[in-house]
């Protein structure tokens, strides 16, 4: 199996006071299955092809599992829950249950929802709310939809602070994947 996200990056530099916007693309890529601790887990390429570009550029290996309860990704050995199952609706979890980081509560905000994304129409669609903050001096906002029986189909982050309210530029970024294509 294989997905190809679109990625737009806008990134906010208060010191330069400039805004740099930036397009690529990320390919994950399932290579094989192995079993690892008595688990089966998908060994997957993760590649960037900058705009333009017609070459992927290696990033990184990941590794995908899934049983019964959890959808997990664990990437540079730390696991994150992705899902957690059963599915139901405003369901959650902690994202961070099997490593060592704070606490990270997920939660399901949509299920079984019609979605139009990119001009795409997906038929069942689930929004996982990973990260909502926002106050004066900060914005910091992660979610994920998936649609069932292609998984991740578009991430939202934005990570945005400032020293002073009113800020004219913030430090920080914005981020989109929005998947392009999926080969099952």
Do not use: C
């Not at 995908?64 to 979890?93: H, Q, S």
């Not at 926002?134 to 292609?150: C, D, F, P």
């Amino acid at each position: 199996m294989s997905w190809v996200y679109r990625v737009d990056s806008i990134v906010f530099d208060d010191f330069r006071r400039q805004i740099d916007t930036h397009r690529y693309r990320v390919r994950y890529h399932i290579t094989d299955s192995i079993n690892e601790n008595g688990r089966w887990a998908h060994r997957t390429i993760r590649s960037m092809r900058p705009e333009g570009s017609s070459r992927w550029q290696y990033l990184e290996d990941l590794y995908l599992y899934r049983d019964d309860y959890w959808a997990i990704e664990k990437r540079n050995n730390t696991m994150e829950v992705k899902l957690g199952f059963p599915l139901a609706l405003y369901k959650a979890w902690d994202g961070n249950l099997f490593n060592l980081q704070e606490e990270a509560q997920f939660e399901i905000l949509t299920l079984h929802e019609p979605l139009v994304v990119d001009g795409y129409a997906y038929n069942s669609t689930l929004e996982v709310l990973r990260k909502d903050v926002s106050n004066a001096l900060q914005r910091s906002y992660s979610s994920e939809i998936y649609q069932k029986g292609v998984g991740l189909i578009q991430r939202r982050e934005i990570e945005k602070r400032s020293d002073q309210i009113g800020q004219e530029i913030p430090r920080g970024y914005e981020l989109t994947y929005t998947l392009e294509e999926f080969r099952p």
